[in-house]
């Protein structure tokens, strides 16, 4: 699993009390998520349609703030997924309905717009579309649709070249093909594994991603999250 790392848009860490028996439970830290997220929510469904760039800094809130949630519960003491199963459950089934509804609601947006383009919308819109798009695996075709857009869109500067690598690798792993960048992570046996193998040896690969603004695959992999407690991490 590959959590994203970009930074949290609009979006703050839950805090459930630990009590006295020391840090909070699973189901602590998923109930109180799962309040702020409505509030997130709320706001989301009060915004006027035509507020475009609103709606999708708060979409992108919602979509960083479950991941972060994630993080957090892999960094509490029996809150993993090996731990807590039924909560990993729900929490996956509740990023996915999320993850869902932004993808919808950009496509319809890309009906309309080539791309949240960056002398249009600004730098904050590009990405906040791109996490969108990254974490739509459950519709490939939308996902190769954008790749195709990015494409065209990479030389002009329009985009945040990246994302483009990012998201190249991405549909490199569905097709179960070699990365072109190496940026697609997995845990196997407690530690970040690429998920497919590289495309070329790794000095041709770093030169790739310093085109694109990306550092070194070792000191990429040196901030991967931690997966040891992840399901089959030891």
């Known amino acids: ?32 998520y799962l309040e702020e997220d409505r509030a997130l929510e709320a706001e989301l469904r009060a915004l006027a349609p035509e507020a ?29 997924p090996n731990e807590a199963t039924l909560t990993w459950l729900r929490l996956m089934r509740h990023m ?10 950009l496509k319809d947006q890309l009906s309309q717009i080539v791309w949240f383009t960056r002398s249009d919308y600004g730098e904050e819109a590009d990405n906040n579309a791109f996490l969108i798009v990254q974490h739509a695996t459950h519709d490939p075709d939308f996902m190769r649709d954008v790749h ?12 945040a070249p990246d994302n483009y690598a990012l998201l190249t ?9 070699p990365q072109p960048y190496g940026s697609q992570f997995e845990c196997v046996d407690g530690e970040q594994r690429l998920q497919t193998p590289l495309a070329d040896p790794e000095a041709v690969v770093d ?25 089959g991490g030891g």
């Open 96 to 105: 996915n309905g999320i993850d869902r509804e932004n993808a919808n609601w």
């Open 1 to 32: 699993m590959l959590i994203g790392l970009s930074v949290l848009v609009g979006a703050c860490s839950a805090r459930a009390d630990p009590g006295a028996d020391g840090p909070p439970t699973a189901d602590a830290l998923f109930d109180a």
């Open 52 to 80: 475009t760039l609103e709606i999708l800094q708060q979409r992108t809130a919602r979509d960083q703030r479950v991941r972060f949630l994630m993080l957090e519960m892999l960094e509490t003491p029996g809150a993993g």
């Open 148 to 159: 195709v857009r990015f494409a065209r869109l990479a030389e002009s500067g329009e985009i």
């Open 169 to 177: 690798d991405r549909l490199a792993v569905m097709d179960n093909a």
């Open 207 to 231: 030169a790739r991603r310093a085109e694109v603004g990306l550092p070194p695959l070792a000191d990429y992999m040196a901030v991967l999250p931690d997966c040891s407690s992840l399901p």
